[in-house]
């Protein structure tokens, strides 16, 4: 039972650093499917 | 020796060349459209020495190596040491942990650039979730050069983890006789990983530290050498006193770029000096 459980943590952890990596490539992808023109901008996005 | 001689014409003419070049013209004053024009000899270096902005430049510098190439050693040892878990799917992660060395610098670039984007961008989003104030990436001097260097350590990752789990592959299956002296996890890590990964762990900081004080392209997309200068490191500025706004200053330039080789080879050369007797090849 504890080689499953140390099993399933490594998938966990390697899951979470693997999505953390890839982000920036992820988040590339999905932008380059959004319509453009569609995004919400916040409020006040440009006073900073 | 009739071999060798396609190879070494293309490296003559497009490496030794360009640099003979580049020490010939750090001699010579530019005119207005960069022709070398006047022999000044030594007079550049001289004004280089002298410049004000030339120690903010080196501080840059060296700061954007250490931010780059400490990071990016241990981060890629981390997960290298992850990735080397014995389970079914384990190549898929080695390959998914390795594709940002696929990643060009300026497509990644691009990318870090939204991502900081003080009102759209996703890092001032999560502070905003955290209820924290947002933070100008690349618009605050104190921000800008660790903003640049975060994407430089993941451009440099997949790399560094590509090397040093080939490194681990390749360490003798002695864990077992380690095991059954009682060595434990961190144990085995510190006195067997480390110790036999040292040749690729050596070899990363040599070619990280090369690399991280090459960079231009990061610099250039995201915040052109500012705000006030933050991120101009040696390259950028010979950059600028090539190319920008038609400086066209190619003697100073020339001058700054042999500074920066005599920079590279004297760090490699302390790292080989200081560092290589600590590494162990079997």
Known sequence: VSR????????LVLAAVT????FPLLYAISGSLMRPGTEQVPAGAASL | MLFLAPSLALLGLFTFWPLVRTFDLSLYGSDIIGRPTLFVGTRQYGQLLASPTLRDTLIAT????????IPSLVLGLVLALLLQARIAAIRVFRTLMATPFAFSVATAAVIFAIFYNPGVGVFNGFLQLLHLRPVGWLTNPSAALPS???ASVWLQL???VLVLSAGLQAIPAIYEAA????????????????PLLTPSLFFLLVVTTIVSLQSFGQIHILTRGGPA?????????????SFAFGNSNFGLSSAMAAVLFAIVVAIT?????????????R
């Open chain 1, 19 to 22: 999505f953390v990596l890839l």
């Open chain 2, 179 to 194: 095991r059954l002296d009682g060595a434990r996890v961190l144990a085995m890590i510190r006195h067997v990983t480390l």
């Open chain 2, 269 to 281: 050369a302390a790292q080989f000096g200081l560092l290589e007797r600590r590494v162990f090849y």
């Open chain 1, 4 to 11: 499953s459980i140390g099993r399933g943590l490594s998938y």
């Open chain 2, 158 to 160: 997949g790399y560094n």
């Open chain 2, 62 to 69: 060296v700061l954007f190596a250490g931010m780059t190439v």
């Open chain 2, 229 to 241: 200068n933050s991120t101009t490191t040696l390259v950028y500025a010979i950059y600028y006193n």
């Open chain 2, 148 to 150: 640049v260097a975060i």
